[in-house]
């Protein structure tokens, strides 16, 4: 059974420091992983899908690297902001499980001013 | 707007009171899907549907029951809810899967659910 870990649970840095976020999944046959953002109450925005062909994903301050291998991707947020605290989730998906993801427990980041 | 949506976004009832909680999509997705979310648990699947009337069980699929009848809507019904259910519940979608990779997935907002 496929288990997403996600460590540590809760992470607090200073404006401007650079964010590494780490995932980690025991079944490395996965299809994809898809990193999402949720803030307080909200729901879910997708930040990065990540193919298991691809050895990473850029979008604008965010990079996510994937290691199929060692089971593990790191989400990258250079520069960080306020506005870049909130929940961030991974979630893998594998091809036996239809489209399901399976999401870890999620990093709570908070980027003080 | 490409997005999903869902109503009711807040809803307070009672045990045994069946409810219906109404997801669409305006993408033309083939793929839905239901998730609960809990302190603790994470997000879990109930239910998801790959296309017109074909719908699987998730992780977590008893108490609910879902429908697909027409591609853009996909609700999730609760019989007669009870206070384990209270949750906080997204709805999914995301274009049908080709052998290999995957499609990316979007969340509706949520609907915040309270069974007294």
């Known amino acids: 059974k496929q288990e997403v870990t996600q460590i540590p649970a809760a992470l607090s840095v200073p404006e401007g420091e650079n964010l590494v976020l780490n995932c980690s999944f025991t079944?490395?046959?996965?299809?994809?992983l898809q990193w999402f953002r949720q803030d307080p109450g909200k729901g879910l925005t997708s930040l990065l899908l990540?193919?298991?062909?691809?050895r990473e994903q850029t979008s604008g301050r965010l990079n996510a690297s994937l290691d199929k291998s060692s089971g593990r991707s790191t989400l990258y947020i250079a520069a960080s902001q306020p506005g870049d605290s909130a929940t961030y989730l991974c979630?893998?998906?594998?091809?036996?499980?239809?489209?399901?993801?399976?999401f870890g427990g999620g990093t709570r980041v908070l980027v003080k001013p | 707007e490409a997005q999903v949506t869902q109503n009711p976004r807040y809803l307070i009832t009672v045990t045994g009171k069946k409810l219906t909680v109404t997801c669409s999509q305006n993408?033309?997705?083939?793929?839905m899907s239901w998730y609960r979310q809990d302190p603790g648990l994470g997000l879990r699947q109930i239910y998801y549907?790959?296309?017109?009337?074909?719908?699987d069980k998730g992780d977590v699929p008893e108490g609910y029951k879902v429908s697909r009848k027409e591609k853009r809507n996909f609700p999730l019904i609760l019989e007669s809810p009870s206070p384990n259910q209270t949750s906080l519940y997204f709805c999914?979608?995301?274009?049908?899967?080709?052998?290999?990779?995957?499609?990316?997935?979007?969340f509706g907002p949520g609907t915040r659910l309270t069974v007294t």
């Open positions: 990540i193919q298991s062909s691809q």
């Open positions: 999914a979608s995301s274009l049908s899967y080709i052998p290999g990779q995957g499609y990316e997935q979007y």
């Open positions: 993408m033309n997705h083939e793929y």
């Open positions: 079944d490395s046959a996965i299809y994809n």
């Open positions: 549907s790959m296309n017109v009337e074909v719908t």
């Open positions: 979630a893998v998906r594998l091809g036996a499980a239809g489209n399901k993801l399976t």
